[in-house]
């Protein structure tokens, strides 16, 4: 038998959740991405439970443990037990009574392959006790073995249930697939027009979550070969988001969801991601130094240091000089050193064109020539007479 490692399960808050659970009888189980990563190998950022208790008993028994309740889902049979200050997630197990394509209408249970039944993918569909005996009702073991990405039953049932898992099938193989069910492809494409049916915030959530993988590339052109991504990201280009991860690559540098959505997406996606401000402005800069070609020290010099190490991979690639970052670093450090008042004869418009020519002129030094040099730069700028004083 399968057991995870030992180390998932001596954990103290944990251990004090588990108690609590199976005080009076009742039984609990880690469940989904908790046993996934452990068997993989991978980070374990949260832990979920599910069990046979009904929610209102796993409150009343956190509460007779001394653990706080919060009845975070509890329409959906979810209770977050807080335990030495962290969050569990306990849900109990659930049936389907009625789905519209995006949300549920769940039965609560105490039969464990009803719960499986209902989940999505089969490597989500693992569940272990406490002993770390993993229980597998659904085949996910095999497929985790494989990095093979199945849906739960007929992959159109799964997804006409929530048309949501159609990218999440996309991101959970960015994730960790290296093989994608046949079927489970040729329904994506057949039902992908379900996606009207998301909103725009949980396209982006889960658009973000997928180029934020190591290796995303595999996903985004299955996502294209589905019809997927072009429903989604009308004009997308598969070829830049390659080009951008193998100069990622070759510079060492961190992924960056931000980044990849700006190679694989030419125009402006705030709308179709409802993105935030800050992230739709950082796409714009990005945008606007392609347009105009900054050079490295104009792109250190203008933008911020995220920005600028963005734009460098994006328009550089693999071709980007070994002294790369330092040129970014100097001219981040490297403000113009004059100031309105040096030009003490100037005002208006024609002391901002004097001020960019100064700009233009230090950027171009490689931010070396002297104040007396930037000012005959300034002074002797293309002025129009009508905007001196």
Not at 371 to 378: E, G, N
């Amino acid at each position: 038998m399968t057991h995870l490692p030992a180390a998932i399960l001596n954990d103290d808050a944990l251990i004090r959740v588990l108690d609590a659970l199976e005080a009076r009888g009742a039984r609990a189980w880690l469940v989904g991405g908790v046993v996934r990563n452990a068997l993989l190998g991978e980070p374990v950022s949260d832990i979920d439970i599910a069990t046979d208790a009904p929610p209102t008993e796993v409150s009343l028994l956190a509460e007779a443990a001394g653990l706080r309740a919060v009845p975070t889902g509890i329409d959906h049979g979810t209770v977050t037990l807080v335990a030495d200050g962290r969050g569990f997630e306990v849900t109990t197990f659930r049936r389907d009574v009625e789905t519209d394509g995006r949300h549920a209408v769940v039965a609560f249970s105490t039969d464990l392959a009803e719960d499986a039944a209902r989940r999505d993918f089969t490597i989500n569909a693992l569940y272990a006790d406490r002993a770390g005996r993993v229980l597998d009702p659904v085949g996910g073991l095999p497929d985790l073995a494989a990095r093979r990405l199945r849906f739960v039953g007929e992959p159109e049932d799964r997804i006409r249930e929530d048309y949501l898992r159609i990218l999440r099938f996309f991101r959970f193989f960015a994730q960790y697939g290296r093989e994608a069910q046949p079927r489970a492809l040729a329904a994506c494409a057949a039902l992908r027009d379900g996606l009207a049916r998301i909103a725009p915030e949980r396209v982006g959530a889960e658009m973000r979550k997928l180029l934020a993988a190591p290796a995303p590339g595999a996903a985004i052109a299955l996502m294209a070969q589905t019809g997927v991504l072009d429903l989604i990201l009308p004009g997308a280009r598969p070829d830049a988001l390659q080009n951008l991860i193998a100069a990622e690559n070759a510079a060492e540098a961190q992924p960056s969801w931000r980044r990849r959505l700006a190679a694989l997406v030419p125009g402006d996606p705030t709308e179709a991601l409802r993105l935030s401000r800050h992230e739709s402005r950082h796409l714009a800069r990005l945008r606007e130094a392609a347009r105009a070609r900054w050079s490295l020290d104009e792109a250190g010099y203008r933008l911020t240091a995220p920005e600028a190490l963005d734009h460098a991979l994006l328009h550089r690639g693999i071709g980007l000089p070994v002294d790369w970052r330092a040129r970014l670093d100097r001219a981040q450090a490297s403000p113009l050193p004059l100031k309105a008042s040096d030009l003490p004869g100037l005002s208006g418009p024609a002391l901002g064109r004097a001020l960019r020519a100064a700009e233009s002129a230090w950027i171009a030094s490689a931010f070396t020539l002297p104040a007396p040099a930037l000012i005959d730069a300034a002074l002797n700028a293309d002025l129009n007479p009508k905007d001196t004083p």
